[in-house]
């Protein structure tokens, strides 16, 4: 598979937060719709779905930290599976700016921080 040039940054942010210009091109990187939130008020570009973790997956982890090590590599191994999903958020990712935006509570062990890692290797 041809590497394509990725967004100059990723950001992660969650979805409730306030859409700012320097946002750049928001993409939901959840599996299902966030809880309360309109689509138009959510100023989604892209629904990364394709790429979220499995429903198996998202529920084993239930963002326990201790657990973070094994749900990346289980998620990775998800998304190494799904080479056709994972080259369409790729194509995504041209603008100068992306935030992967995620409803979890937890702000640093999330999909979003797992699958911005998965994409900056992705080169």
Do not use: C
């Amino acid at each position: 598979m041809t590497r394509r040039l990725l967004a100059m940054a990723i950001q992660t942010k969650r979805v409730y937060e306030e859409s700012e210009p320097s946002d750049g091109q928001r993409i939901l990187v959840d599996r299902l719709w966030p809880r309360g939130l309109s689509k138009e008020g959510a100023h989604i570009g892209y629904w990364a779905k394709r790429v979220a973790p499995s429903h198996e997956l998202r529920r084993w982890y239930r963002h326990e930290p201790d657990k973070w090590p094994e749900f990346r590599r289980r998620y990775f191994a998800e998304l190494q599976a799904n080479p056709d999903g994972v080259a369409e958020l790729v194509s995504y990712l041209s603008k100068a700016t992306v935030t992967f935006v995620f409803s979890s509570r937890e702000t640093k062990l999330n999909n979003a921080a797992a699958l911005k890692e998965y994409v900056a290797a992705y080169r």
